[in-house]
């Protein structure tokens, strides 16, 4: 496979050949298909519907479950698969990464074995769009203490009651998993509900400046009625339900890079051909600094994420390590992406020019998955022995 000019220490070679063809497949996919429609859609905080049974079809949906993944593979390789995409389009791939990191996600560690028989291929094709219903309008950080929605057991069924906020594929999806306070035991347990439920109603969120693709959703849970059957018996605290972002966090630090690198390789092709003062302004000394530094932070990065990922494949990822990533890797994004629109001046602000979309993108990737001091204070607990949260 060939390196492209993001990955200045070639991080790529470690991919074995398998790994490598499937890659080389999904860049082929959103360079000819992705990239010629994502600036209309964001424009118009559109999701295009036609790219899921392509996106499907390259194994993007659950390649980590038994019942679901084309072949065995790392999660180096997974990682990988989520920066091509980001490197492209960051919200097409948070599209991918809530249907199959957090939705199918949550099946996977969470679910029967019943449970992901019915739902994890399904999944994978495309046939049910998933979304992971956690959020909520007063509880984002301090979900593990401040989750209000309830679950209440009434015989063979629960009801819930809550709402949700900032629910990506919220108002596409078929079916959402609801984390809920279980009102007899107090712990947090997980539901897979389906949007055509009674009591259950989305709306979008309008005016987003970020990841515009991404349909997130205001969700209310009234009165909401569903089959024990329904509900995922392998999480039984919130400490479940962290494992399930553990696993996530990870590779929201790869969307990162991938996006820091869609806009580096979009500066870096601008400063070629783009002329001041009788030469290219890539041949000026501030501009070739500016692309160095971007360069500096999307290697550092890089490496930090495949190390991560490394980690995770050989079963000694903990929470402070992807939170370390994320955290690092986020921020560092955010330059990047604002050195990339300096170095193409006025242009950079304009769509057409393919760094303003990563630059706005970089502000939702900066927030998710944790905030940068939510991660900070879980490596400093792991680095002091103390907790500091409040």
Known sequence: MTAFEGDFYGFHAELTDREAESVAEIRQFF??????????????????????????????????????????????YQGWCTLEMARVDASVCGFTAVQSGLAMGSIGVGG???????????????????????????????????????ATRQGDTWVLNGAKRWIGNGTIADVVIVWARDTADGQVKGFIVPTTTPGFSATKIEGKLSFRLI????????????????RLPNIRSFSDTATVLRLTRA?????????????????????R????????????????????????????????????????????????????????????ARETVAWAREAMGGNGIVLDYGVAKPFADAEAIYSFEGTREMNTLIVGRAITGVAAFV
């Open 31 to 76: 360079e000819t298909e992705v990239r010629p429609i994502a600036t209309d859609y964001w424009n118009r905080a559109e999701f295009p519907h036609q790219l899921v049974p392509g996106i499907a079809a390259l194994g993007l949906f659950g390649p980590e479950w038994e019942e679901t993944r084309r072949f065995a593979s790392s999660a180096v």
């Open 112 to 150: 029967s074995a019943a449970q992901r028989a019915e739902w994890l291929p399904r999944m994978a094709s495309g046939e049910v769009i998933g979304a992971f219903g956690l959020t909520e309008p007063l509880s984002g950080s301090d979900t593990a203490r401040g989750l209000q929605t309830s």
């Open 251 to 271: 590779g929201v630090g790869w969307l990162a890079v991938g996006n820091a690198i869609g806009a580096y390789e979009a500066a870096l092709a601008y400063t």
């Open 273 to 332: 051909e783009r002329r001041q003062f009788g030469a290219p302004i890539g041949g000026h000394q501030l501009v070739q600094d500016l692309l160095v530094k971007c360069l500096a932070n999307i290697t550092a990065s890089l490496a930090m994420c495949v190390q991560v990922s490394r980690m995770l494949d050989a079963g000694i990822q903990r929470d402070e390590h992807s939170a370390l990533a994320k955290a690092f890797v986020s921020s560092r």
């Open 215 to 230: 349909q997130n959703a205001d969700i209310v849970l009234d009165e909401v009625v569903v089959a024990d059957e329904l």
